[in-house]
Structures are given as C-alpha cells and as structure tokens.
C-alpha cells in the first residue's frame, strides 16, 4: 500500500510564510497527479493547488502569487511554500496524490493526515 506523511504545519504570524511537505512511500509502481486541500472550520474543503506528472501547475485564486507547488519525483515528495501568509488561510491542510500501486491494476487517490496551519492576526 501507499502512505503519505505531511510536516511543515505551525502557528505564524500574517505575512509569514511555511513549507509544508508530504512524503509517499510504500509499494509504489507510479504517480500521477499531486495536490493539497485544504479545509477551515465550518467551511467545505477546498482545492488549492494541483501539480500533474508532467510538473503542470494550478491555483486557486485565492492563493495565487503567494502559494507555490512543486515536487520532487525522485524522493515521492510533494511541497507546498506559503509567502504572505493571511488569517484567512489558516486550516487544515491535506496532501492527496493520484497513485498505482505495486500489483494494482487502477491508480487511485490516497490522502495526508493534515497538517493544520494557523495564521494569526
């Protein structure tokens, strides 16, 4: 099976900036596309940022010029930098990657534990 590990959460002041990270391991065969959500309290989850294999990236505009997305292929890693950090950002953030595993036939989605991310004011 497939594990990820989320780091990089914290308490930081508006205008900070964290590097979360999310390693995979396990019986990997590969990796498709990467992304993290994120949800904040009484809200719906939300979509921040997508990387595809081919290192294609998105973002949501609430986060755009002030989030970056990026991957590490070699070491299964997925990395997400936060400049100018806003309360408005503070939530729980969840890594997900689209993923085959060894012997399987279909790649499907596994998630991060969260990492939670509060911003303050």
């Known amino acids: 099976q497939v594990q990820l590990v989320e780091s990089g959460g914290g308490l930081v002041q508006a205008g900070g900036s964290l590097r979360l990270s999310c390693a995979a391991s396990?019986?990997?065969?590969?990796?498709?596309?990467m992304n993290w959500h994120r949800q904040a309290p009484g809200k719906q989850r939300e979509l921040v940022a997508d990387i595809s294999s081919g290192g294609s990236t998105t973002y949501a505009d609430s986060v755009k010029g002030r989030f970056t997305i990026s991957r590490d292929n070699a070491k299964n890693t997925l990395y997400l930098q936060m400049n100018n950090l806003k309360p408005e950002d503070t939530a729980v953030y969840y890594c997900?990657?689209?993923?085959?595993?060894?012997?399987?036939?279909?790649?499907?989605?596994?998630w991060g534990q969260g990492t939670q991310v509060t911003v303050s004011s």
């Open positions: 997900v990657i689209n993923a085959r595993a060894r012997g399987s036939t279909y790649a499907r989605n596994y």
């Open positions: 396990g019986s990997i065969s590969s990796i498709n596309y």
